[in-house]
């Protein structure tokens, strides 16, 4: 897997590498906050696939719904990791989504625990994005006030994943159509997938010299 690669024997090649490709991902996620739409589109490869529980598209449908969507997220950036092997690398940014919106008469704090998975490839000498996934791990929804009125219903709870339930419920109050099937702590097996995948990517990272 690719969380098996050696850390701590950096070339300094490989810290310059790691440190452009660390702020790549977090740019991107400062320009989703702040609404700057074309510097975020300009962290995709034109051939991007992103896939979140509201959508799975392109770089162009990914930053127009972005634009457009009805509820502004905010990530809190724990920690990002970079593994990287020649021109590729995967790198991993620990997050906590937070939304702040209007629901059932309340106004609501939504807060999501979750592991960005990026893909990140050197194409002409500049990395880009590949492709991002998120890997659920557990959520919580209450009101913004003390005396507030709103309080998930358990069952309604129920009808969905539990590492990102409250995710979900608020998509569909919003008229959504939430993905119930991507990567979570609740389905080991939906990881263990993912990451076979992107090691498997990673790996025929060697050899493309020319990229680097």
């Given at each position: 897997?690719?969380?098996?690669?050696?850390?701590?024997?950096?070339?300094?090649?490989?810290?310059?590498?790691?440190?452009n490709?660390r702020?790549?991902?977090?740019?991107e996620?400062?320009?989703?906050?702040?609404?700057?739409?074309?510097?975020?589109?300009?962290?995709?490869?034109?051939?991007?696939?992103?896939?979140?529980?509201w959508?799975?598209?392109g770089?162009?449908?990914?930053?127009?719904?972005?634009?457009?969507?009805?509820?502004?997220?905010?990530?809190?950036?724990?920690?990002?990791?970079?593994?990287?092997?020649?021109?590729?690398?995967?790198?991993?940014?620990?997050?906590?989504i937070?939304?702040?919106?209007?629901?059932?008469?309340?106004?609501?704090?939504?807060?999501t625990?979750?592991?960005?998975?990026?893909?990140?490839?050197?194409?002409?000498?500049?990395?880009?994005?590949?492709?991002?996934?998120?890997v659920?791990?557990?959520?919580?929804?209450?009101?913004?006030?003390?005396d507030?009125?709103?309080?998930?219903?358990?069952?309604?709870?129920?009808?969905?994943?539990?590492?990102?339930?409250?995710?979900?419920?608020r998509?569909?109050?919003?008229?959504?159509?939430?993905?119930?099937?991507?990567?979570?702590?609740d389905?080991p097996?939906?990881?263990?997938?993912?990451?076979?995948?992107?090691?498997?990517?990673?790996?025929?990272?060697?050899?493309?010299?020319e990229?680097?």
């Amino acid at each position: 897997m690719f969380y098996q690669y050696p850390m701590g024997k950096n070339t300094i090649q490989d810290v310059e590498d790691k440190a452009n490709i660390r702020e790549l991902i977090e740019f991107e996620r400062y320009c989703r906050d702040y609404m700057h739409w074309e510097e975020m589109r300009n962290c995709y490869h034109d051939d991007a696939v992103i896939t979140v529980s509201w959508m799975k598209g392109g770089p162009d449908e990914f930053t127009e719904k972005s634009r457009v969507r009805p509820a502004p997220a905010k990530h809190k950036i724990f920690n990002t990791l970079v593994w990287k092997n020649g021109a590729r690398a995967i790198a991993e940014c620990i997050v906590m989504i937070q939304i702040r919106c209007p629901l059932d008469g309340d106004i609501v704090d939504l807060s999501t625990h979750t592991r960005l998975h990026y893909r990140v490839e050197k194409r002409q000498g500049v990395w880009k994005i590949c492709s991002m996934d998120a890997v659920y791990e557990k959520d919580t929804m209450r009101s913004a006030f003390t005396d507030g009125t709103f309080s998930a219903d358990r069952e309604e709870l129920e009808k969905y994943r539990p590492t990102y339930a409250n995710m979900m419920l608020r998509q569909v109050h919003y008229g959504g159509s939430p993905n119930g099937e991507l990567a979570g702590e609740d389905r080991p097996e939906s990881i263990e997938a993912l990451y076979k995948e992107s090691s498997a990517w990673l790996e025929a990272g060697v050899g493309r010299e020319e990229d680097r």
